[in-house]
């Protein structure tokens, strides 16, 4: 999210992964460790979205559950609005990533799908 914001305030636009010098965890191998798939943006694509599925159940995280996070530049104000969530938040945000939700703007996680 800094990355993004930083690129933002410079060039008032979203930047791709590339473009702020982010990497998913896995890059060179798929986008993928032995726990989560990373995905959301391919090559130079702006889309401002990146979620994690795990790949494996994590106590009461079913395997294929979703982190999911998604950055929208506003022209007018030049703010990036960054939302959070998943789609099995009571599962897997709630004891295994706390802080998760503390990521978005508002503080909260609303995100159920991208």
Do not use: H
Not at 9 to 18: A, I, M, N, Q, V
Not at 38 to 56: H, L
């Amino acid at each position: 999210m800094k990355l993004q914001e930083a690129f933002a305030s410079e060039k008032t636009e979203l930047g791709s992964f590339k473009a702020i010098g982010y990497k998913t965890p896995g890059a060179g191998n798929g986008d993928m460790t032995t726990v989560f798939d990373y995905s959301g943006q391919n090559g130079d694509d702006v889309t401002g979205k990146w979620d994690a599925k795990a790949r494996v159940g994590l106590n009461d995280c079913k395997m294929n559950s979703l982190w999911l996070l998604k950055a929208e530049y506003s022209q007018s104000s030049g703010n990036v609005t960054i939302t959070v969530g998943s789609n099995a938040k009571a599962d897997c945000i709630d004891p295994l990533t706390p802080n998760f939700c503390n990521l978005a703007t508002n503080g909260t996680c609303t995100l159920t799908s991208l």
